[in-house]
């Protein structure tokens, strides 16, 4: 039994395939990854501190906001102390080296903080960073 020859051909490599699949799995990490700026509130006024220094590792905190009134947000989610602690111990539990970014605004009752606080340590969070505006 015979087999038949082909003749010699060039192998071409199509590039628009690879162009295509190229382009999906960039939108695809784009819309799959988290931007921590979409969390942070832009309502919450942060108090002004004289010697506010800006965190030095400062990729991907967990941002907790809290409003004038009490109101806590992850995100853009209303949530309570509770939703707070097994939130943040479940972020922690997939990166213990994240931080907690409380941004608390300048007229909150300091209660209203010191529960958030006591709510993050409860899960585990050993690192606390306060939001604040610089001086002029």
């Known amino acids: ?46 108090p002004v501190a004289s010697s506010s220094v800006v965190p030095k590792n400062k990729k991907n905190p967990i941002i907790i906001n809290i409003h004038k009134d009490g109101t806590l947000l992850w995100g853009k989610e209303r949530t309570d102390l509770l ?9 922690l539990a997939r990166n213990p080296e994240e931080r907690v970014y409380i941004r608390g605004d300048k007229d909150v009752l300091h209660r209203s903080v010191r529960e958030v606080v006591a709510a993050c340590a409860k ?10 505006h610089q001086t002029p």
């Open 1 to 46: 039994m015979k087999r038949a020859v082909l003749p010699d051909e060039d192998a071409s490599f199509e590039m628009a395939p690879m162009i295509d699949m190229v382009f999906l799995l960039l939108i695809f990490f784009m819309c799959a990854s988290t931007f921590p700026e979409l969390a942070i509130d832009k309502t919450v006024e942060l």
């Open 83 to 91: 939703g707070i602690t097994d939130r943040v111990a479940d972020q």
């Open 123 to 132: 899960a585990g969070a050993s690192e606390i960073i306060y939001g604040a």
